[in-house]
């Protein structure tokens, strides 16, 4: 069965370090997978995604993630935080049934101190 | 406005009464799908429709739970009975059909709280 582990319930950057979330997934195919970013009142907003070919993949608002197989990984990173980059992410992969609903993993708050 | 749309967006409610949700996907959108959001979770799959045809239920979707889609435009989703157990965000999406995948897009979601 799909799933999806972000290990970091809650991370604290200062504006304009680096940033890297991270997700891992257990999957027994290739793995379709996605970021998402969710601020208080807002829907669910796609970052970016990976279907296959570059394990490298950017994403919008400056950000990129990297697929490494042997890992199980998709992190996210970016390389300056601003504060408005302050919400909720969340990894999933795509189920290979024919509903191709998402699992979600159970996010990481993301908080950007001055 | 072109995006998924969601009402209400917040429902207050007491212990078994009965709720509704609507969701209005992006027109011509085939595919609409109801997730479930609790605090500190991320969201969990709960339904989805191909047009008006509901084709998966998630185990969480209980019998108190209906969703429809009867014209294969917008849905509701039903809760009979509520408890204190179902207060959460509930999220729709919709996305094109066809492919392996398509992107889903997400409406801002309706905040149940059960009392």
């Known amino acids: 069965a799909q799933s999806v582990t972000q290990p970091d319930i809650h991370i604290t950057v200062s504006e304009g370090a680096s940033l890297e979330l991270r997700c891992n997934y257990s999957y027994g195919a290739t793995p379709y997978l996605f970021w998402y970013v969710q601020s208080p009142g807002q829907g669910l907003q796609l970052l970016l995604k990976?279907?296959?070919?570059?394990?490298l993949v950017q994403g919008i608002k400056g950000f990129e993630a990297e697929f490494k197989r042997s890992q199980s990984s998709f992190n996210l990173r970016k390389p300056s935080v601003h504060w408005s980059d302050a919400a909720e992410y969340f990894c999933a992969v795509v189920s290979s049934g024919t509903g191709n609903q998402f699992y979600f993993g159970t996010g990481t708050s993301l908080t950007v101190i001055p | 406005d072109t995006g998924v749309s969601q009402n209400p967006r917040h429902k207050i409610t007491k212990r078994g009464q009965n709720v509704t949700f609507r969701c209005d996907p992006i027109s011509e959108h085939n595919r609409l799908y109801w997730y479930r959001q609790t605090l500190g979770q991320g969201p969990e799959f709960l339904t989805y429709f191909q047009n008006e045809a509901q084709l998966e239920k998630s185990r969480l979707l209980s019998d108190r739970f209906s969703a429809e889609r009867p014209k294969g435009s917008f849905s509701t989703l039903e809760i009979q009975r509520t408890e204190q157990g179902d207060s959460a965000m509930y999220l729709c999406?919709?996305?094109?059909?066809?492919?392996?995948?398509?992107?889903?897009?997400f409406g801002p979601g309706t905040r149940l709280t059960v009392l």
């Open positions: 990976y279907f296959s070919g570059d394990t």
């Open positions: 999406a919709s996305s094109e059909r066809g492919g392996s995948y398509n992107e889903q897009f």
